[in-house]
């Protein structure tokens, strides 16, 4: 009887030993994947919006010739007149290469797209790309476009050159990352009415841009939650995207078949991206 009393002591210590092991790596894991997720997000969103505002360098701009090579004129191109092919088939710098929406939370950039020569092509060829890798290289756009937005099924999704509707349906694009609690973006504008002489920066979102031309970076927030629910200690929260709102993620709303968010670890993660060419989209040019 002792022998048995020990054995199952034994196995019981051991059990413990083995559950709590488990739901360790379980959370390990968990945050793992959550930071992947962010890292791949973050990057495809950076990827489009540091591309805003470039501006293609024309290397026969015109007719002129020069007697050394390396002093013949160039210059950048304003943008691309409208074709035969709406809608992309033209690029404005000023409209065409920042915009956004403040509720729903959407960001669309866009840029020109132009072909260059390829030592492996017989024809020069697009190398630049939208979120979702297109258009194909037969493709007359003559604009790159990607919208982001945050789907009702917590989906971060993106449409690349393509129209969406007002707001954007979850059947439009395709998912970038899933498990998406919140996608905000502020708009980072110089600010020149505060103190004369004294510009500073100010974060608004869409709905207190003016001027899409005059944005001079934009800030990303996302918030992703796990697949593994964690016994977490009553009152564990985590401050949303705005900064101030503290959410509860022991007391979120009951889990509903295609978004399960309670008692599981949350993340945020920020990244603001500066935009080319600013200070000339929008005025300049």
């Known amino acids: 009887m002792v022998g048995i009393t020990i054995g199952l002591v034994v196995v019981a210590v051991a059990s413990s030993a083995l559950m709590f092991s488990r739901k360790i790596s379980g959370t390990v894991s968990d945050a793992s994947d959550i930071q992947q997720q962010a890292a791949y997000a973050m990057r495809v969103i950076d990827l489009q919006l540091r591309q805003a505002g ?4 024309n290397l026969q701009p015109g007719t002129a010739t020069a007697a050394d090579p390396y002093l013949a004129p160039v210059a950048f191109e304003a943008g691309v007149l409208p074709g035969s092919n709406p809608p992309f088939d033209s ?4 409209t065409d290469t920042l915009s956004g929406t403040a509720s729903p939370a959407t960001v669309t950039v866009g840029y020109q797209r132009y072909t260059e020569p390829m030592f492996t092509s017989a024809t020069p ?16 756009d003559q604009r790159l476009q ?3 937005w945050l789907s009702s099924k917590n989906e971060l999704r993106c449409a690349g050159n393509q129209s969406v509707s007002a707001p954007p349906l979850d059947t439009e694009g395709q998912p ?5 609690a919140n996608f905000q973006v502020r708009y980072l504008l110089q600010d020149n009415t505060s103190t004369p002489g004294t510009p500073t920066i100010k974060s608004v979102d869409a709905s207190g841009v003016a001027n899409w031309g005059q944005v001079q970076a934009v800030e990303v927030c996302l918030v992703l939650y796990g697949t593994e629910a ?7 929260s985590y401050t949303d995207c ?28 920020r ?11 929008g005025s300049v040019l």
């Open 125 to 140: 060829q697009a190398l630049s790309r939208n979120c979702l890798g297109g258009p194909a290289d037969t493709s007359t």
């Open 230 to 236: 964690i016994d977490l200690p009553a009152g564990s």
């Open 54 to 57: 470039s501006l293609h360098l």
């Open 176 to 180: 970038v990352v899933q498990n998406v």
């Open 146 to 148: 990607s919208t982001f």
């Open 271 to 281: 990244n603001v991206l500066q935009l080319r060419s600013q200070g000339l989209i």
């Open 91 to 94: 690029f404005t710098p000023a």
């Open 242 to 269: 705005d900064g101030t709102t503290t959410v509860d993620m022991t007391a979120l709303p009951v889990d509903t078949a295609t978004v399960k968010r309670r008692n599981r670890m949350h993340l945020v993660f």
